[in-house]
C-alpha cells in the first residue's frame, strides 16, 4: 500500500440516491452526508456491480465483478459463498498491519457469505460476536446477547418491531464507536466497516424522525399495518396503491433520517478522538429499492433500473477540506482499490462506462432450474442492457427510459463496449472447492426466517 490512513467503509443499505438530501431530494433526509459533501468528493454517478446486497458486497470486498468472485445467488439449499481462494479487503489490510472490525447489520454480510474473513472484530446482523480479540469493544450485555444469539434471531422476526431497527442499530453504532476510541491511540491503522438497514424495509424509524421531516407521526398500530402491505408487495402478492406507496415513501424517508443521526454520532467520534481529518472516509448504498416505482413483472428486470443501480456515494480523503463533484462513472468495485491506495486524487477510477450484473432470481428457498444472467453498460446518457440469450435494451438515462427503437449504430457501439469489458468474466470462477463447501452450505433456519422478513425468501 501507497500509505495507510485509517479507513471508514460504511455501507447505508438500500439508501436510494433520489432520496438523499445531497441529491436534491426536497426533504432534508440527509443532514450529516450534506454537511460530509462540503468537503468530500460526492460522485453523481457511482454504480453498484449488482442491484441487491450479497453480490455488491462480495465485488466490493474483493475488488471483482459477481461473474468473477462467483457470489451470484442466495438460496436456502445451495448458498453462494467467496471461495477461500479469493482473498478479501479485510485480509490484505490485515496482512498490511491494519487492525479490522466489521459490524453487519445484513445477514448476507457475514458468516453466511465469508464476507467475514480477514476481521479481527466482526459483529452479525443478530449481535452475535463472530470474531473477537478486545473485551473493551463488547458489554457484558453484548456478551448475553452473542451468547443466546440463536434465540434472539427468533425473536427478532415476529414481531419486527420489537427488535429489528432501534435495538440492532443502536447496538451496532454503539459497539464501532467503542471499537474506534479504543483504536484512537494505536500505532497501527484502522480498517472499520459497517451496514446500515435502516433504508430497508420493513420500516419502524422512531417518531421524532417523522417530526424532524414535518411528517405526520403514525399511531402504534399503523407501522405493523404498513410493512405488511410492503411485504406482500415486495413478494409479489399485491399492489402497492398510490396513497399507500405515497405513506411508505414517507417512512423511507424517516428511517433515513434517522439512519443519518447515527452516521453523524460516528463523524462527531471521530472529530472528538481528532482522527477524522486524517481518516479515508468512504459512503455509499450496496443498491436502492424499487418501491413501486416499476412493475415487478417488467422486462427487462425493475432491478436493473437507475433507482436500484446508480447509488450515492461519497469519499473523504484523508486532509481533504474541499467539496466537489464528480460526474464520470465510477464503479463501486473500484472502492477495493481506492483503499488499497490509501484514497487517491478524485477521478484516478473513474470510467466512461460502468458496469453492472444481475442474475436473476436473487434468492428463495430452492434454486430454480434457470438463471438469467443480465449485463449493464452506462455512461452519463444511456444504459445499454443484455441478457446472455444476446437480448438487448437500451435507455434513455435522462428519462430512465427504454427506447422502443434504439439507434443500431448506437446499440452496437454499447455491446461492444459491454463485451470488451466482460470477456474475461468468469475465467477464475471456482464454483466450489473439493468438499463443496464454497457454494453447497445450506442457509440455517434462523437466518432463513430474518431473509423471509426481509422480503428475500
Known amino acids: 500500500m501507497s500509505n495507510s490512513p485509517d479507513v471508514l467503509f460504511l455501507v447505508l443499505d438500500s439508501l436510494r440516491k433520489d432520496r438523499v438530501s445531497t441529491y436534491d431530494h426536497d426533504r ?135 427488535l429489528k431497527r432501534r435495538f440492532f442499530t443502536d447496538s451496532l453504532v454503539d459497539r464501532t464507536k467503542r471499537w474506534l476510541a479504543r483504536r484512537a491511540d494505536d500505532d497501527e491503522p484502522t480498517f472499520t466497516f459497517l451496514n446500515l438497514m435502516e433504508a430497508h424495509s420493513p420500516y419502524f424509524p422512531p417518531k421524532q424522525a417523522f417530526a424532524d421531516l414535518g411528517l405526520e407521526v403514525p399511531n402504534p398500530i399503523e407501522p405493523r399495518v404498513l410493512n405488511t402491505k410492503l411485504l406482500a408487495y415486495v413478494m409479489g402478492r399485491t399492489d402497492l396503491d398510490p396513497d399507500t406507496r405515497e405513506r411508505v415513501m414517507e417512512y423511507y424517508d424517516a428511517s433515513a433520517r434517522y439512519q443519518d443521526s447515527k452516521v453523524e454520532e460516528l463523524f462527531g467520534l471521530l472529530q472528538t478522538e481528532g482522527l477524522f481529518d486524517e481518516t479515508l472516509v468512504i459512503v455509499c448504498a450496496d443498491h436502492g429499492k424499487t418501491l413501486g416505482d416499476y412493475p415487478r413483472d417488467e422486462h427487462p428486470p425493475h432491478y436493473l433500473r437507475d433507482i436500484n443501480l446508480n447509488v450515492p456515494l461519497w469519499i473523504k480523503r484523508p486532509r481533504q477540506r474541499e467539496g466537489e463533484r464528480i460526474g464520470e462513472p465510477f464503479e463501486l468495485v473500484s472502492l477495493f482499490d481506492v483503499v488499497r491506495d490509501g484514497g487517491p486524487p478524485a477521478g484516478t477510477y473513474t470510467r466512461e462506462t460502468a458496469i453492472a450484473e444481475d442474475f436473476v432470481p436473487h434468492a428463495g428457498r430452492t434454486t430454480p432450474d434457470e438463471i438469467t444472467r443480465w449485463c449493464v453498460a452506462a455512461d452519463r446518457e444511456y444504459k445499454y442492457v443484455r441478457s446472455d440469450s444476446g437480448e438487448e435494451h437500451l435507455y434513455d438515462r435522462s428519462a430512465d427510459a427504454r427506447q422502443s427503437r434504439p439507434d443500431p449504430g448506437r446499440l452496437e457501439s454499447y455491446g461492444e463496449s459491454l463485451s470488451e469489458r466482460v470477456r474475461r468474466f468468469g475465467s477464475e470462477r471456482s464454483d466450489a472447492t473439493d468438499d463443496g463447501s464454497a457454494t453447497d452450505r445450506e442457509i440455517d433456519a434462523d437466518v432463513e426466517a430474518q431473509l423471509k422478513d426481509l422480503g428475500y425468501m
Request: hydrophobic residues 35%; negative net charge.
Open 28 to 162: 432534508e433526509t440527509t443532514p450529516t452526508l450534506s454537511t460530509l459533501a462540503t468537503y468530500a468528493t460526492t460522485y453523481e454517478n457511482a454504480f453498484t456491480p449488482a442491484p441487491w446486497t450479497l453480490p455488491s458486497h462480495a465485488s466490493m470486498f474483493t475488488g471483482s465483478f459477481p461473474s468473477e468472485h462467483g457470489v451470484t445467488n442466495g438460496f436456502s439449499d445451495r448458498m453462494s459463498r467467496l471461495d477461500p481462494s479469493r482473498s478479501t479487503l479485510a485480509e490484505e489490510l490485515a496482512a498490511a498491519g491494519y487492525r479490522t472490525a466489521g459490524f453487519s447489520n445484513n445477514p448476507w454480510v457475514g458468516q453466511l457469505s465469508g464476507l467475514d474473513r480477514g476481521f479481527e472484530e466482526f459483529v452479525e446482523w443478530d449481535l452475535e460476536i463472530s470474531s473477537s480479540t478486545d473485551d473493551g469493544i463488547h458489554t457484558r450485555r453484548d456478551r448475553r446477547h452473542s451468547r443466546f444469539h440463536s434465540a434472539l434471531g427468533k425473536a427478532a422476526r415476529q414481531p419486527a418491531f420489537l
